[in-house]
């Protein structure tokens, strides 16, 4: 197990080296960062000095080096366009995403494994059919389409929320119910797809056979079966709500970690885009490895698998 | 006596393999998924195909003096079907144009990531310690990085537009799919049939795309159809960010860009085309529901309820 733990965490490095390359090449690319900084006015002495200053006329792989070393630190330098520490401000902007990825992903498995295992428990009636046809479509609603639904008809029709900003807790409704929706659809095909799977598991079975009243069978021994592939999902999950929040910040003028990514990248501000970039593939990173990690600990089978 | 029965043994394979393909197909149809999904498809690309035929207005004319019409079933005026956008453009003429681009890079880079993934799958489990482990912590890496971030910071450095999105969406997309097949394929290596077909002398390539490849490609074919409609919906996000399709071209998604802010005036300029983007995606994964019922029959003999 301690074995397994050091090998995932290793992969932390491994991502937090790749991340790095993949964002110092795109840097490199998008041209020389010293005159996208200055004004167009700047005289060439001007710009020379920014070059110096950023060490842009370092060799290669002095600046190759100073990245990678900047992402240890988590230093990533000062924003261009704000003149202030990149880090500090993505940490400061993490907080309110984070308001939106929490509450979505805790009603996204409260209502998942709700209307999940339900619909597991009458898979032919017409109860449970009519629920699997509604989280079939739901989950093919564009999340960004759903947002603007809402802001339709929450905020300009019934004028009852604020159409944009992040002020407040009305300003989440809209949002958390997009993300919401937009993830709740495949969890739920999954929670059920994998407790039919686990009914007809032979310890599910044979407590049936032995008289275990049902609702013993489902909490004690047909759930606990189907976890683990939920729980490695919900890490995947949460990979994807970050991905929606890069559009759904901008879209609704949220001011979270997303629309902070969105607008550095217009400004061509990449200490930010790299500072902003790192930290979610960490945090994505560190998820998923931590389901990962509650996978193995609660599935003897895993365990077993790894001592034989 | 090996050249005259070795033609014979080919056609004989031809043959089992068509009628497995027919098979599958006609499983597929049968499939209540698959009934409502093949004309769908099927009636959105005969639409896409002849929109220029169809359509009731030039999908680009301006007029500004019929600007903001509601649809004509809501008493707007000039009996606009889906009404017109701020610039006097019809709705549904450039519903039915921006289907055309949506459904091209749906399938486009769906399948190019297809091709590519399976092609790195093939490899990186066949090379399962070299090659392959490289391949699989790149995976790593790049699942790390929220796609939304990639599309935009990749945008920022090539530029905007519709081909690069899709050739970036088309490379990104190979991991879902190595991710998919790289155990099968190790596991398929291991086989009888391919130590046969090495005793024999075939070459690698023959034995990863004629021996190992058909045993995998269930998956692939599953992934793709689910994809397709994932990847109409990156693309409709990212052009709702402004990096998609650029004007004078436009989307089902760039569409809701130009419409979000004048929701409160032309409602109709949004809701329509999420609606179709929604039917879009309805299709691809109702199809891809059709196909994994197909290939894997046994996934629904489910329990029998009568036990709870």
Same mark, same amino acid.
């Given at each position: 197990?301690?074995? $397994?733990?050091?090998?995932? @965490? #290793? *992969? !932390?490095?491994?991502? =937090?080296?790749?991340?790095?390359?993949?964002?110092? &090449?795109?840097?490199?690319?998008?041209?020389?960062?010293?005159?996208?900084?200055?004004?167009?006015?700047?005289?060439?002495?001007?710009?020379?000095?920014?070059?110096?200053?950023?060490?842009?006329?370092?060799?290669?792989?002095?600046?190759?080096?100073?990245?990678?070393?900047?992402?240890?630190?988590?230093?990533?330098?000062?924003?261009?366009?704000?003149?202030?520490?990149?880090?500090?401000?993505?940490?400061?902007?993490?907080?309110?995403?984070?308001?939106?990825?929490?509450?979505?992903?805790?009603?996204?498995?409260?209502?998942?494994?709700?209307?999940?295992?339900?619909?597991?428990?009458?898979?032919?009636?017409?109860?449970?059919?009519?629920?699997?046809?509604?989280?079939?479509?739901?989950?093919?609603?564009? $999340?960004?389409?759903?947002? @603007? #639904? *809402? !802001?339709?008809?929450? =905020?300009?029709?019934?004028?009852?929320?604020?159409? &944009?900003?992040?002020?407040?807790?009305?300003?989440?409704?809209?949002?958390?119910?997009?993300?919401?929706?937009?993830?709740?659809?495949?969890?739920?095909?999954?929670?059920?797809?994998?407790?039919?799977?686990?009914?007809?598991?032979?310890?599910?079975?044979?407590?049936?056979?032995?008289?275990?009243?049902?609702?013993?069978?489902?909490?004690?021994?047909?759930?606990?079966?189907?976890?683990?592939?939920?729980?490695?999902?919900?890490?995947?999950?949460?990979?994807?709500?970050?991905?929606?929040?890069?559009?759904?910040?901008?879209?609704?003028?949220?001011?979270?970690?997303?629309?902070?990514?969105?607008?550095?990248?217009?400004?061509?501000?990449?200490?930010?885009?790299?500072?902003?970039?790192?930290?979610?593939?960490?945090?994505?990173?560190?998820?998923?490895?931590?389901?990962?990690?509650?996978?193995?600990?609660?599935?003897?089978?895993?365990?077993?698998?790894?001592?034989? | 006596?090996?050249?005259?029965?070795?033609?014979?043994?080919?056609?004989?394979?031809?043959?089992?393999?068509?009628?497995?393909?027919?098979?599958?197909?006609?499983?597929?149809?049968?499939?209540?998924?698959?009934?409502?999904?093949?004309?769908?498809?099927?009636?959105?690309?005969?639409?896409?195909?002849?929109?220029?035929?169809?359509?009731?207005?030039?999908?680009?004319?301006?007029?500004?003096?019929?600007?903001?019409?509601?649809?004509?079933?809501?008493?707007?005026?000039?009996?606009?079907?889906?009404?017109?956008?701020?610039?006097?453009?019809?709705?549904?003429?450039?519903?039915?144009?921006?289907?055309?681009?949506?459904?091209?890079?749906?399938?486009?880079?769906?399948?190019?990531?297809?091709?590519?993934?399976?092609?790195?799958?093939?490899?990186?489990?066949?090379?399962?310690?070299?090659?392959?482990?490289?391949?699989?912590?790149?995976?790593?890496?790049?699942?790390?990085?929220?796609?939304?971030?990639?599309?935009?910071?990749?945008?920022?450095?090539?530029?905007?537009?519709?081909?690069?999105?899709?050739?970036?969406?088309?490379?990104?997309?190979?991991?879902?799919?190595?991710?998919?097949?790289?155990?099968?394929?190790?596991?398929?290596?291991?086989?009888?049939?391919?130590?046969?077909?090495?005793?024999?002398?075939?070459?690698?390539?023959?034995?990863?795309?004629?021996?190992?490849?058909?045993?995998?490609?269930?998956?692939?074919?599953?992934?793709?159809?689910?994809?397709?409609?994932?990847?109409?919906?990156?693309?409709?996000?990212?052009?709702?960010?402004?990096?998609?399709?650029?004007?004078?071209?436009?989307?089902?998604?760039?569409?809701?860009?130009?419409?979000?802010?004048?929701?409160?005036?032309?409602?109709?300029?949004?809701?329509?085309?999420?609606?179709?983007?929604?039917?879009?995606?309805?299709?691809?994964?109702?199809?891809?529901?059709?196909?994994?019922?197909?290939?894997?029959?046994?996934?629904?003999?489910?329990?029998?309820?009568?036990?709870?």
């Amino acid at each position: 197990m301690i074995g $397994y733990a050091v090998r995932r @965490l #290793l *992969l !932390v490095a491994v991502v =937090a080296w790749g991340v790095t390359t993949f964002l110092f &090449t795109l840097a490199r690319l998008s041209g020389d960062p010293a005159e996208l900084m200055s004004p167009p006015e700047a005289s060439e002495a001007v710009i020379e000095a920014t070059r110096e200053r950023l060490g842009l006329n370092e060799p290669f792989f002095v600046q190759y080096g100073d990245a990678l070393l900047s992402s240890f630190t988590f230093d990533f330098g000062d924003s261009f366009s704000f003149s202030q520490p990149a880090m500090a401000m993505v940490l400061e902007r993490l907080g309110p995403s984070l308001w939106l990825v929490i509450p979505s992903l805790v009603l996204c498995v409260v209502l998942s494994f709700g209307i999940g295992t339900f619909a597991a428990l009458r898979p032919s009636r017409l109860s449970g059919r009519l629920l699997m046809v509604g989280a079939f479509v739901t989950g093919s609603v564009p $999340y960004f389409w759903m947002a @603007l #639904l *809402l !802001v339709l008809l929450l =905020a300009v029709n019934l004028q009852w929320l604020p159409a &944009t900003g992040s002020e407040g807790m009305a300003s989440l409704v809209i949002p958390v119910v997009a993300l919401t929706l937009a993830a709740v659809s495949t969890t739920t095909r999954l929670v059920r797809g994998q407790l039919l799977d686990s009914f007809n598991e032979g310890h599910v079975l044979t407590a049936r056979s032995k008289g275990v009243p049902p609702w013993k069978v489902l909490f004690g021994h047909a759930l606990p079966g189907a976890m683990p592939p939920l729980l490695a999902w919900l890490g995947i999950e949460f990979s994807f709500l970050f991905s929606a929040l890069l559009v759904l910040e901008p879209l609704l003028g949220y001011n979270g970690l997303g629309a902070l990514l969105i607008r550095s990248v217009g400004n061509q501000d990449f200490p930010l885009v790299q500072a902003s970039v790192f930290c979610m593939a960490m945090l994505i990173t560190l998820v998923n490895i931590a389901m990962d990690l509650i996978v193995r600990l609660i599935d003897p089978r895993l365990r077993a698998k790894a001592a034989a | 006596m090996t050249t005259a029965t070795a033609p014979v043994a080919k056609s004989r394979h031809v043959e089992r393999s068509r009628s497995r393909s027919a098979e599958i197909l006609g499983r597929v149809w049968g499939d209540t998924s698959g009934r409502i999904a093949v004309p769908m498809l099927g009636a959105l690309v005969l639409i896409a195909l002849f929109a220029p035929w169809i359509v009731p207005h030039d999908p680009t004319h301006q007029n500004l003096a019929a600007a903001g019409q509601a649809p004509f079933w809501l008493g707007g005026e000039g009996g606009h079907l889906l009404g017109t956008d701020t610039l006097g453009r019809d709705v549904f003429s450039r519903l039915l144009y921006g289907l055309r681009l949506s459904l091209v890079v749906g399938v486009v880079t769906a399948t190019g990531a297809a091709l590519f993934g399976l092609v790195l799958g093939l490899v990186a489990g066949y090379f399962e310690n070299g090659v392959g482990m490289v391949l699989m912590r790149l995976a790593d890496i790049q699942f790390a990085i929220p796609f939304v971030a990639v599309g935009v910071a990749l945008a920022a450095v090539v530029g905007p537009g519709i081909v690069k999105l899709m050739i970036i969406l088309a490379v990104w997309g190979w991991a879902n799919y190595a991710r998919t097949i790289v155990n099968s394929v190790s596991q398929v290596k291991r086989m009888d049939f391919v130590t046969a077909a090495h005793t024999v002398g075939a070459r690698t390539p023959a034995i990863l795309f004629r021996h190992i490849a058909p045993n995998v490609l269930g998956p692939v074919v599953i992934l793709w159809s689910t994809s397709a409609g994932v990847m109409i919906l990156v693309e409709s996000a990212l052009s709702l960010l402004g990096l998609g399709v650029q004007p004078p071209d436009f989307s089902l998604g760039s569409m809701l860009s130009d419409s979000r802010t004048t929701l409160r005036l032309t409602w109709w300029a949004t809701v329509f085309p999420g609606l179709a983007i929604m039917l879009v995606v309805v299709a691809f994964n109702l199809l891809g529901d059709a196909i994994r019922d197909a290939l894997n029959p046994s996934a629904r003999t489910r329990s029998d309820p009568e036990l709870w």
